[in-house]
């Protein structure tokens, strides 16, 4: 295996974030990692469940002290080596699987997800076969909670094994690509989700093998840290573009906000057909047209948008998606919807 796999730890804040995000409803007995590393994953675990927790990794695991912890020095890419564990303890697996080119074969299979095996294999990519070694310790309704490399969700050469993966699970949570780990440049997402036991494609349904989503299609608007609610009056209007922006007390949007004047790429300019979605708040979920007053003009991190969906022009179509996009909200206080979420909605309209 490359050296560097094992050099892209969980930082201990970022570990802490994603099991705090697991549903307080859910109390696993048997917590596992089986890229262990630095154990952090595992630490932050025992601080909120009294489970029994298994730590595997192909490297010494030395700093990991926690009490009725398992160790074991193993290579998880081989299936084989993880039938030890129990199917019949409430697991929660934790993942932050190594990535890069696969330089190993792959000797033992796995029965339960034998097509998406097969997609993981071709893509020669550690990463999804890693992912397979997680997924086959998983039974129904256990909960799956990863850190996941950006390639997986964006890779034109990974639709196939993205569609079918998650096809596997009912996400809980699915978040918007960053730079986590220092010193990388390498773009991760936090994945959380229930196990279905079964892929919810069908064998006559092959849409979504084959059906990927543009990148320009559906995205987010420009960050809110830029964004300034209200000008000094001594302030020269022309260094600043004004920002369409949403009042989630009265569900309005309007243009009193602004940003220092730059050049915003294109996809951050309203045009005529685009669809304006809320993202966040008490009024998430809520889908407007671009109104002639708007068009033009930039718009701002509460919103995601559609652009290019012919599909999209009627209000009764977008009064289906919103229904669709409001049964979707996730969060305790502040609710919200993600990317994922759209697309799903979209697939439930068949607009694709």
């Known amino acids: 295996m490359m050296k560097e796999w094992s050099s892209f730890y969980t930082p201990k804040s970022l570990a802490k974030m994603i099991i705090n995000m697991i549903p307080d409803d859910y109390d696993p007995e048997l917590v596992i990692d089986i890229c262990a590393g630095s154990g952090n994953f595992l630490e932050m675990a025992t601080n909120r469940w009294n489970a029994e927790i298994i730590a595997v990794d192909i490297h010494q695991i030395k700093k ?6 398992s160790k074991y020095l193993l290579d998880a890419l081989d299936i084989s080596n993880l039938k030890f564990i129990s199917k019949r303890n409430k697991k929660l697996i934790l993942a932050n699987p190594p990535f890069g080119k696969l330089e190993q074969e792959i000797i033992t299979f796995c029965n339960r997800h034998p097509d998406l095996q097969g997609v993981a294999i071709k893509s020669k990519r550690i990463e999804t076969n890693m992912i397979i070694s997680n997924m086959s310790l998983l039974m129904p309704g256990e909960i799956f909670a990863a850190i996941l490399p950006e390639n997986i969700f964006s890779s034109e050469k990974l639709v196939e094994f993205k569609n079918l993966f998650i096809s596997y699970f009912e996400v809980i949570y699915l978040g918007e690509p960053q730079i986590y780990f220092s010193g990388s440049e390498v773009k991760t997402r936090i994945f959380i989700a229930k196990y279905l036991g079964h892929s919810s494609i069908s064998k006559n349904d092959k849409f979504l093998k084959t059906k990927t989503f543009d990148e320009h299609k559906i995205f987010r608007g420009i960050d809110n840290s830029k964004i300034i609610k209200s000008l000094p009056d001594n302030a020269n209007r022309d260094n600043y573009q004004q920002v369409v922006h949403f009042s989630n007390k009265e569900a309005i949007l309007h243009l009193d906000c602004y940003v220092n004047f730059n050049k915003y790429d294109d996809k951050f300019i309203l045009k005529k057909s685009d669809i304006l979605i809320s993202r966040v708040g008490r009024n ?18 509460y919103f ?4 290019g969906n012919n599909s999209l022009e009627n209000d009764y179509e977008l009064k289906k998606l919103e229904l669709i996009l409001l049964n979707k909200l996730k969060g305790l206080t502040a609710k919200y919807i993600c990317k994922k979420d759209i697309e799903d909605a979209l697939l439930e309209l068949n607009t694709i």
Not at 64 to 69: E, F, G
Not at 289 to 300: A, E, P, T
Not at 304 to 307: G, H, Q, S, T, V
Request: aromatic fraction near 14%.
């Open 64 to 69: 990991l002290q926690i009490k009725k912890c």
């Open 284 to 301: 998430s979920g809520r889908v407007f047209k671009v109104s002639s007053s708007f068009i033009g003009q930039l718009f701002s991190d």
């Open 304 to 307: 995601y948008i559609i652009r």
